[in-house]
């Protein structure tokens, strides 16, 4: 059986929560690899103001794009779970190839099922990666056999 994470919120709210999340982390590595970009592409005396007006201009799209993504990928997340009425792997795996799917439905069938496809083994590498890490890290917790018995002093005489 499954283990459930009761420490997440609700469906309805973890969608809302990885949206902001994912536009977060979009928008700020976002705005850390336009502004280098824009201070390289800037003439030597305008650096500074290169890399501000190139993060000003692209950290919020990238910003929307993780957004996007992450607030899809929960919602086909939350709606996996309900239909399949379990918490594991596959969830995950499914809503990643849903995910890729949609995103990429304006370029056609056959585009968008092969976004759906590289979505989908993306998100089982990550969950495999996941299930070898915690395979790893909880050694520790596995049952340890007792110590032998040191065995009895011999008798005086």
Known sequence: MASQDHSRDPCPWVILNDFGGAFAMGAVGG????SIKGARNSPRGERLVGAISSMKARAPVTGGNFGV???????FDCAVKGVRQKEDAW???ISGFMTGGCLAA?????GAFGSAVACGILLGVF???NVLLNRVFSEGQRPQMAPAP???PLPSS
């Not at 705005?31 to 336009?34: A, D, E, P, T, V």
């Not at 993504?69 to 919602?75: E, I, L, V």
């Not at 304006?106 to 056959?110: A, I, K, L, N, V």
């Open 91 to 93: 969830n995950a795996i």
């Open 106 to 110: 304006r370029s056609g069938p056959r």
């Open 150 to 152: 040191l065995p009895a």
């Open 31 to 34: 705005g850390i690899l336009y």
């Open 69 to 75: 993504w992450g607030g899809m990928f929960s919602t």
């Open 127 to 129: 969950e495999g990666f």
